[in-house]
Antibody, heavy 118, light 107 residues
Framework: QVQLVESGGGVVQPGRSLRLSCAAS????????MHWVRQAPGQGLEWVAS????????YYSDSVKGRVTISRDNSKNTVALQMNSLRAEDTAVFYC???????????WGQGTLVTVSS | DIQMTQSPSTLSASIGDRLTITCRAS??????VAWYQQKPGRTPKLLIY???NLASGVPSRFSGRGSGTEFTLTISSLQPDDFATYYC?????????FGQGTKVEIK
């Protein structure tokens, strides 16, 4: 069955970096674009970044552009989110999701919590 | 960037009620809209894609309509399992835009 498992979350001080990872299984990873979506405590869903099936194109929300890099390793079926210069407002659960081409997320992971606090 | 305005933000309803949630796009979005259900502490679950297509395994009491700038999600007869928060989503050019969410509460 399709599985997306995020890891790498935790407590980090403002200004520091964190790298999230999402391990995919149960489907042909190279057929899908991958997205990261975050949800601050008690708030709604916010799209963060996406990467095309082959990794050649990356897209970012204005709120993270310049601080975040999305990448994927199709040999390991993983997608990563490198986050730098973290701020308190980056505190959120981060979900990875797959999408067939330029479309919606049909499967989402369970999320990993990032807390930015001194 | 296209914005999605979702209403209402909260909806109080009873079992058996018919509910409609609306999302309005700031620009025409064709039919590239999906709807999700999220329960507290859980991951979002896809309900509707391409405005009106029911995702696999989703009960037929859920339906979606719309095109261009106005989209709706309807629950024809609210069931106990339906109390949750619902989000619309625009997908376009590998970017996603979510509505603010509608929390469906027990009246």
């Amino acid at each position: 069955q399709v599985q997306l498992v995020e890891s790498g979350g935790g407590v980090v001080q403002p200004g520091r970096s964190l790298r999230l990872s999402c391990a995919a299984s149960g489907f042909t990873f190279t057929n899908y674009a991958m997205h990261w979506v975050r949800q601050a405590p008690g708030q709604g869903l916010e799209w963060v970044a996406s990467i095309s099936y082959d990794g050649t194109n990356q897209y970012y929300s204005d709120s993270v552009k310049g601080r975040v890099t999305i990448s994927r390793d199709n040999s390991k079926n993983t997608v990563a989110l490198q986050m730098n210069s973290l701020r308190a407002e980056d505190t959120a659960v981060f979900y990875c999701a797959r999408a067939w081409g330029d479309s919606y997320g049909d499967y989402w992971g369970q999320g990993t919590l990032v807390t930015v606090s001194s | 960037d296209i914005q999605m305005t979702q209403s209402p933000s909260t909806l109080s309803a009873s079992i058996g009620d018919r509910l409609t949630i609306t999302c309005r796009a700031s620009e025409s979005s064709s039919t590239w809209v999906a709807w999700y259900q999220q329960k507290p502490g859980r991951t979002p679950k896809l309900l509707i894609y391409r405005a009106s297509n029911l995702a696999s395994g989703v009960p037929s009491r859920f339906s979606g309509r719309g095109s261009g700038t106005e989209f709706t999600l309807t629950i024809s007869s609210l069931q106990p399992d339906d109390f949750a928060t619902y989000y619309c989503q625009l997908y376009n050019n590998y970017r996603w835009t979510f509505g603010q969410g509608t929390k469906v509460e027990i009246k």
